[in-house]
Structures are given as C-alpha cells and as structure tokens.
C-alpha cells in the first residue's frame, strides 16, 4: 500500500469500516464512512500536510494523523465535519513536528555544528580540576575560615554586618577573611 496514491488504501478503509470502530463512535454515521469518503479525506489531509511539513513527510504525518483519529474516535462529538476534525489533529501533528525538531537541533547544535576546539577542551578539563582544588581546599578548611570566604563569594561585602554576625571586630574579620584567602590562593597554586 502506498500512502502517497490516495486510491490505494483499501486494505485501511476495511479497517475503519469494520464494526468495532462504528462501535467506538457511534456519533458517526455509517454512510460517512464509505470508501469514497475516506479517500477524499485522505487526499485532503495530503494536500494540507504538504503545506505544513516537508514533501518527504507528509504522507508519514498524514498517516500519524488517522492512527491520532482513530485512536481518538472516541472524543469525536460530530459537532464539526471529520475532514475538520482530523485537519486539526493533522495541525496540532505538523506542529508537534517542528518543536521536536527545533528541539533536536538546538540540543545537538553544539555538538554538531561548531565543534569543541583543543583550546577549548583544554580550558574545559582546567576549569574542572581547578573546580576540584578549589572544593578540595574548602573542605579541609575550618569552618569559620570557610564561612568566611563562602560570604565573599557570595558578594556579600557588608564587612562590617559579616564581623557582627561572627562576633569579632571589622579588623579581625578582614585579617581572617585574608588569611583564608591566601590559604586558598596557597592550595590552588599548589
């Protein structure tokens, strides 16, 4: 069966035409469900996709779309024709479409487009191990000393609330706030 010639899908109109899906929606009438009807529908919704989506999609999004309409023959209340309902659900398809693929190009741009340079790798992988030395020496340091740089680099400089909350002088807290920073410049270079 090709999906691209309209008249070939006899096998898929015995399909729909089969009790079980009048069953499922018994809103529709069984005479809108001829061979004929659905071979309109199915060149209809052809022509629509091929100016929503690429020529070489269109026929997989019109075929996605009747897998949605029958799987949602259910939800069909017949207030609108089933050429509009199903061109609405070929719609909301084409757009999902389009978001999937925006999404798998931005995501794989940076990869694929402009790749990483060794310069680029190279301050990368620095970046992390500097990262690592940074966390190591944080961790080794007393915690007040830690307390004292964290705030920093936070850029909190209001000194003198910062001595306050310690409880310790404007002076001393500077003095201890140099003296954590050297031990950390000391550890980095190290």
């Given at each position: 069966?090709?999906?691209?010639?309209?008249?070939?899908?006899d096998?898929?109109?015995?399909?729909?035409l089969?009790?079980?899906?009048?069953?499922?929606?018994?809103?529709?009438?069984?005479?809108?469900?001829?061979?004929t009807?659905?071979?309109?529908?199915?060149a209809?919704?052809?022509?629509?996709?091929?100016?929503?989506?690429?020529?070489?999609?269109?026929?997989?999004?019109?075929?996605?779309?009747?897998l949605?309409?029958?799987?949602?023959?259910a939800?069909?209340?017949?207030?609108?024709?089933m050429?509009t309902?199903?061109?609405?659900?070929?719609?909301?398809?084409?757009?999902?479409?389009?978001?999937?693929?925006?999404?798998?190009?931005?995501?794989?741009?940076?990869?694929?487009?402009?790749?990483?340079?060794?310069?680029?790798?190279?301050?990368?992988?620095?970046?992390?191990?500097a990262?690592?030395?940074?966390?190591?020496?944080?961790?080794?340091?007393?915690?007040?000393?830690?307390?004292l740089?964290?705030?920093?680099?936070?850029g909190?400089?209001d000194?003198?609330r910062?001595?306050?909350?310690?409880?310790?002088?404007?002076?001393?807290?500077?003095?201890?706030?140099?003296?954590?920073?050297?031990?950390?410049?000391?550890?980095?270079?190290?």
């Amino acid at each position: 069966m090709s999906f691209d010639d309209p008249t070939s899908c006899d096998s898929s109109v015995d399909a729909v035409l089969d009790a079980t899906a009048l069953e499922v929606a018994p809103s529709l009438d069984a005479s809108t469900l001829d061979a004929t009807t659905l071979r309109e529908v199915y060149a209809a919704l052809l022509r629509r996709a091929h100016q929503l989506v690429p020529p070489s999609d269109a026929a997989d999004l019109v075929q996605d779309t009747w897998l949605a309409g029958l799987d949602g023959l259910a939800r069909f209340e017949g207030r609108a024709s089933m050429l509009t309902w199903l061109t609405s659900i070929l719609r909301h398809k084409a757009a999902d479409r389009y978001r999937s693929a925006r999404h798998r190009r931005e995501r794989l741009s940076a990869f694929e487009i402009e790749p990483p340079t060794e310069a680029r790798v190279i301050e990368i992988l620095g970046a992390r191990d500097a990262l690592d030395r940074v966390t190591r020496s944080l961790a080794a340091m007393e915690p007040r000393a830690r307390t004292l740089v964290l705030a920093e680099v936070d850029g909190d400089d209001d000194r003198e609330r910062l001595a306050r909350e310690h409880g310790v002088t404007r002076e001393t807290y500077r003095v201890q706030l140099c003296r954590a920073r050297a031990q950390l410049r000391a550890d980095l270079a190290a």
